[in-house]
């Protein structure tokens, strides 16, 4: 697939590191530093804008090694960013580590995962099918 996209950074473009890697890396385009300190958050920008084709969208997760050895994650995970989203992609990061964290231009601060959706159209009934679940919420199926 390809998709178009403009990148107002000096960073190179996202890509897959390995070759079964589902997420390419965003990193973080910035003029100056920024410290997110312990229990903040920040919006950073990336410099990036694409155009994903219609059925498609674009999802923002953590980087599982700033979640793991710093605690930095993404706030809204995964973030979605839709078809017709022409501005610059963001990414809100927020600590939950001890320390304060820094983030400088190019770092890798976030995954970028392109996927298909469907649309759903409702359609309203008086009565559900029988499962053998039911109406068991959450911790219902056990530990």
Not at 27 to 56: D, N, Q
Not at 84 to 95: A, F, P, S
Request: charged letters at 25%; proline letters at 5%.
């Amino acid at each position: 697939m390809e998709i178009k996209i403009i990148n107002k950074s000096d960073n190179t473009l996202p890509a897959y590191e390995t070759i079964h890697a589902a997420g390419m890396d965003l990193k973080a385009f910035l003029s100056s530093p920024v410290i997110i300190e312990p229990m903040k958050r920040a919006l950073i920008p990336t410099g990036l804008h694409i155009e994903l084709p219609e059925g498609y969208e674009a999802q923002i997760r953590p980087r599982s090694g700033l979640a793991l050895k710093h605690g930095v994650t993404v706030l809204n995970t995964p973030g979605t960013v839709d078809a017709d989203y022409r501005g610059e992609i963001k990414v809100l990061l927020i600590n939950f580590g001890e320390e304060n964290f820094e983030i400088k231009n190019g770092d890798r601060i976030a995954q970028m995962i392109i996927s298909l959706h469907e649309k759903a159209a409702w359609k309203q009934v008086s009565e559900l099918s029988e499962t053998n679940r039911g109406e068991g919420g959450y911790g219902s199926t056990g530990k």
